[in-house]
């Protein structure tokens, strides 16, 4: 991968978003296969795709079958959708094949980066930050998501639980209050990842709560 030139670098890396920063990787990247994209997230969003489950898991077993130990069955996967379909070219394209294979949504977790809303999805933080104020937790496939106060929030305002317009919101949705968890909870019925309409609407709930009530926080 090559070093960006200054000519190609407009804007400072510290001011580009994440999708910004990706997309620049992608072009500068001289061969964009499996190991490459990988790392790529790796640098910008410091998301280890390994430990992502593969969606489809007819796909997954003929990943297995196509590339008998490998070393990195995420790489491995994105090698072989690629060869099945066609090669991405730009970082939408690419975030596109991640979102298909994995169901990681990169343009929304670069925006959760902004809005102070932690992530803890693909057994790992994805975004994570000292002044957050709520956390999604999502289960294993994203077939299940709960929502809870950050530390943060609770020593900021002195409540324990999610603030009553943002509970209402979560109910309109489908989310319920689990006592065993103590967290406002939603598992998708039909045993799949939750669809990206309706992570698109938990986060955008959030983020209004926030904006409407929190932003002086």
Known sequence: MRE????????????????????????ST???????????IREVYGLDLSKAPLLDKNFAER??????????????????YIAENRKPSTGAEVRAVLNHIFGTN????????????????????????????????????DIDVKVI???YFIEKTGKKQLPEELQQ????????????????????PSGQSVPDQFKRQTMGAIHQTIQASYTEL
Not at 169 to 188: S, V
């Open 4 to 27: 960006l030139s200054s000519e190609s670098s407009p804007k400072d890396a510290k001011a580009l978003t994440k999708v910004e920063l990706m997309d620049q990787r992608i072009v």
């Open 30 to 40: 001289e061969q964009i296969d499996g190991p490459a994209i990988c790392a790529v």
């Open 63 to 80: 990943v297995v079958v196509a590339f008998p130990g490998a070393s990195d069955l995420s790489a491995a996967a994105v090698d072989l």
């Open 106 to 141: 990169l343009e929304g977790i670069s925006q959760l980066h902004e809005r102070r809303i932690s992530l803890y999805s693909k057994d790992q933080w994805i975004v994570q930050n000292q002044k957050d104020l709520f956390i999604v937790h999502t289960g294993k496939n």
């Open 149 to 151: 106060p950050t530390p």
């Open 169 to 188: 919101a979560l109910d309109n949705l489908g989310f319920t209050y689990d006592e065993k968890i103590g967290a406002y909870y939603y598992a998708n």
